[in-house]
Every structure is written in structure tokens, then in C-alpha cells.
């Protein structure tokens, strides 16, 4: 118990908190003052009456049951996260006690165990995307490909204010681009990608006065795309270039950094982190080495102590919590370390070949679904492009009804495009992962073909 019967956790008593009034100078009232009369809530809140703990209990229990996840279910969900298979050693790490925190290590004297996990991340990163310097993680992948985007604006003062984007990135990307660029005096030029894959002559096109451009690779069709004439179109026209990339497909697929890539960002959900209903993940940035001092987040550096022992330390901290605002790289001050440490467990446990086995399954058995589904009267694959692991379905009926109707087989078909883009109503994004076995995919034809109207 506190001061005055109060348990600990509860912020202040009613005396304490007239006594802070008085301290400030204010009367009841008058802290809230500078908001607006309009803006205030004028009724009572509408709460019911505080339940004891059992009766919380039995609540929740309630709402949970109404679930369906993808633990009962056969998930073919995508566009963006993933069900992949986490391993048992994944969740046994990352949640011993020394490592569940989402805050940054200050002290490096006493986080020694997390800092050198973040540079064991940092380095599988490089080695991944084909880069030389990664940071420790930053917000998600959105947040990862708009600081990519400000990052190589500051590498290219002078030349033109707008950025050239594929319109084959995730719409969500595109629309936390627009919220961040709009207020940096940044214009962003979309490149068309009709056919599923961007078009190069027009990316070539709008480069021009351009200082950056972003493709995402595979993109949000799933294509796979031609990064080696994308990014030569943009360097020729004077713009760097930023690689928004699934980690896992890097375990089959080039490096972006073997095609001239400047900046590599993505979302890292894809390795040792669970769907959960879309978060929390973690993004990923990795550049070259002589641009490192303009690159975001925690960078953790490896030294010596004074006795010459191994240790690491968060070095160039140009966060706005070391530097003037003003001068700072970023000013996004959180990350999702706890999910970085689950990726660093994850790569560390598969290794090179482990990946490029999860990366071979996943496009093996994604074919496999898409042949099968394409010969289905009444679907077609929407797209010719190369794919991953996703691909895009043009259905016979509104693709939500047939998600609808799936669900009630246990089976998640999808994800359909109306959720990205409204008037995209009979198209169906499916995702196929490692976890999905022959008899999953099977199901998921045998549905499709009975939801569609097939005997």
C-alpha cells in the first residue's frame, strides 16, 4: 500500500492531486484550458460499473472464444504478414527476462546480451540484403521505407524535391509515404504497374528530377520484379535507389544490393514473429557504408573496453533524443526490439540454408496452389509476371464472398484486393508459406471450385 491506503500504481490521491493544482497556480478546471471549447467532450462517459478480477476473467475467456485464428484455420492470408512456421526456440529466448523490452539499451554496461544480439542482426541484415551497414531495427516496414525515403533526400541535397514510387508498393506504405513526405515539401511521383509490375520506361520517365525511387520486390501483387532494369532506369536519370524487400525471399532471390540498390528497407514479420491480428512487427534499413552517419535508428558499434575485452555500444546516435531536433536522422524514438531479438533468433537458428529451404518451400508449394487454381473454370491468375510466394486470383464472384464463404470451411483464402483498392472487387490475393501442406492447398482448391460454382 501507498500514501494514504493508496495501492502504488495509481497515479495520485484526490489530495495529492489538489495539491498539484494549487502548486501550478489552478483552479478546478483550468489545467485543460488551452484546448479548445469545441474539442471537449461535453457528456459523461458512458462505462460501466468496475468488475472484480474473476468476473474480467470470465469476459475475456467469452470474447476470445469468438475467434477464428489461424491456429484452427488453414491461412492463406498475406499481403504483408505472413503465416509462417516459428520454431519452439523462438519463443523460449525471446521471452527470458533479459530480453522482453521494447526499450533502447542506454546503458550499454549493463545490456551487453541485448546489444550483441542487435549486432548479430545487424550483420545477418547485411548479409541478406547485400548491403554494408544495417541499423538495429526501426517501427515497422512502413515507417522503414518513408525514413529510406527522407534518408536519401538528405544524401541528394540539390537535387529535385520529388521521389518516384512503383504503384506496385503496399498502398499502406504509399498512403504513411504520403503523410510523412506532404510535410517535408516532397513530391511523390507514382510509376504505373498495370500489368502487376512496374513500368520502366515510365519509371525512367518520372526519375527524371527525381532523387530517389522505391520498388518493392516481390511487390504487393506478389510479381517479382526486374530490379536490375528498374534501378539502371533510375541511376540513369541521377536518382538513388530504395529496395523495399521481403527478408525471406532473399534466401533464393538476388540481393538488392547486388543490382545497385542504395537503400534496402522492409518489414520483418516474416522472420520468428506471429500474424497477431497485424502487429506488433519490426522494420528493417540496411545501406552503404559511407552514407551510415545518415542512417536512422540504433546503429550498434562493436570496440574494446579498457582492457581490451570485446564489447559493444549504440554508436552515430543521431536520434533526436542525442542530437538537436533539427539535426537529427529521425524522430521516431520507439522500436520493437523485443521482435527484433525474435528475428535474430530466428535467422541465427535456420541459417543461410535453413532460409533458402523456407524461401524454396514457399515458392514450391505458392506454384503448386496457383497451377492447380488457375485450372479452376471460372479463375485465372490476373497477372503473367514471375511471383514469390503470392499471387493474385480473378474469381468468378466477389472475392470477399468467397473469403466469406472459405472461412466457414476453416479455411482464410485470402486476402481481397477490394480491402486495398474498393472498386478491385473479384480479385483475391493468396499467400503460401512453408506451412501449408498438399492437403491444405487441395482444400483450398476443392473450396474454391464448390464456392465458385463448380461440380
Known amino acids: 500500500m501507498g500514501r494514504n491506503g493508496t495501492h502504488p500504481y495509481l497515479p495520485m ?72 512456421f516459428v520454431p ?45 551497414v544495417a541499423n538495429a531495427g526501426v517501427y515497422d516496414g512502413a515507417t522503414a521505407t518513408a525514413e529510406s525515403v527522407l534518408m ?13 514510387v512503383s504503384a506496385a508498393v503496399h498502398p499502406e506504405y504509399v498512403e504513411v509515404l504520403r503523410t510523412y513526405l506532404q510535410w517535408n515539401g516532397i513530391e511523390m511521383r507514382l510509376a504505373p504497374a498495370d500489368n502487376g509490375a512496374t513500368d520502366c520506361g515510365q519509371l525512367e520517365r518520372l526519375a527524371k528530377g527525381s532523387f530517389a525511387a522505391v520498388v518493392a520486390n516481390p511487390n504487393v501483387y506478389g510479381s517479382v520484379e526486374d530490379l536490375a532494369g528498374l534501378f539502371a532506369a533510375a541511376k540513369r536519370e541521377g536518382a538513388l535507389c530504395i529496395a523495399v524487400a521481403n527478408p525471406i525471399t532473399l534466401g533464393v ?8 540498390a542504395d537503400i534496402v528497407c522492409g518489414d520483418g514479420q516474416p522472420l520468428g514473429c506471429y500474424q497477431n491480428f497485424g502487429g506488433p512487427s519490426f522494420g528493417f534499413m540496411a545501406a552503404r557504408r559511407k552514407d551510415v552517419r545518415q542512417l536512422p535508428g540504433r546503429l550498434v558499434g562493436e570496440t574494446t573496453d579498457a582492457e581490451g575485452r570485446r564489447g559493444f555500444c549504440l ?12 539535426r537529427a536522422t529521425s524522430n521516431i524514438c520507439t522500436n520493437h526490439a523485443l521482435m527484433t531479438i525474435r528475428a535474430t533468433v530466428y535467422m541465427a537458428l535456420l541459417g543461410p540454408r535453413g532460409l533458402a529451404e523456407v524461401a524454396r518451400q514457399c515458392a514450391a508449394k505458392a506454384h503448386y496452389a496457383a497451377a492447380k487454381i488457375a485450372a479452376l473454370p471460372g479463375y485465372r491468375l490476373t497477372y503473367g509476371a514471375p511471383f514469390f510466394h503470392e499471387f493474385v486470383v480473378t474469381c468468378p464472384r466477389p472475392a470477399s464472398d ?19 483498392w474498393p472498386e478491385r472487387t473479384g480479385e483475391l490475393l493468396i499467400a503460401v508459406t512453408e506451412k501449408r501442406t498438399r492437403e491444405d492447398i487441395d482444400r483450398l482448391v476443392g473450396a474454391l471450385g464448390r464456392i465458385g460454382g463448380v461440380r
Open 402 to 420: 468467397v473469403a466469406a464463404q472459405a472461412a466457414l470451411e476453416g479455411i482464410f483464402p485470402g486476402v481481397p484486393l477490394s480491402r486495398l
Open 152 to 164: 536519401a533526400r538528405r544524401l541528394t541535397k540539390g537535387r529535385g524535391g520529388a521521389v518516384v
Open 315 to 326: 554508436t552515430l546516435q543521431t536520434r533526436e533524443q542525442h542530437i538537436r531536433r533539427e
Open 88 to 132: 519452439a526456440a523462438v519463443d523460449a529466448i525471446a521471452s527470458r527476462g533479459e530480453f522482453v523490452t521494447a526499450y533502447t539499451p542506454y546503458q550499454a554496461e549493463a545490456s551487453q546480451g541485448s546489444l550483441a544480439a542487435f549486432f548479430e542482426f545487424q550483420t545477418m541484415i547485411v548479409q541478406l540484403t547485400g548491403m554494408e
Open 253 to 260: 532471390l538476388e540481393a538488392p544490393g547486388a543490382f545497385g
Open 13 to 84: 490521491t484526490e489530495d495529492e492531486r489538489k495539491k498539484a493544482l494549487y502548486a501550478a497556480g489552478l483552479k478546478e478546471g483550468e489545467l485543460f484550458s488551452s484546448i479548445p471549447d469545441e474539442l471537449r467532450l461535453k457528456r459523461p462517459l458512458d462505462l460501466p460499473a468496475a468488475s472484480g478480477e474473476l468476473e474480467l476473467t470470465r469476459e475475456f475467456h467469452a470474447l476470445m472464444s469468438r475467434n477464428t485464428t489461424t491456429a484452427q484455420a488453414i491461412s492463406f492470408l498475406g499481403g504483408g504478414v505472413y503465416d509462417h
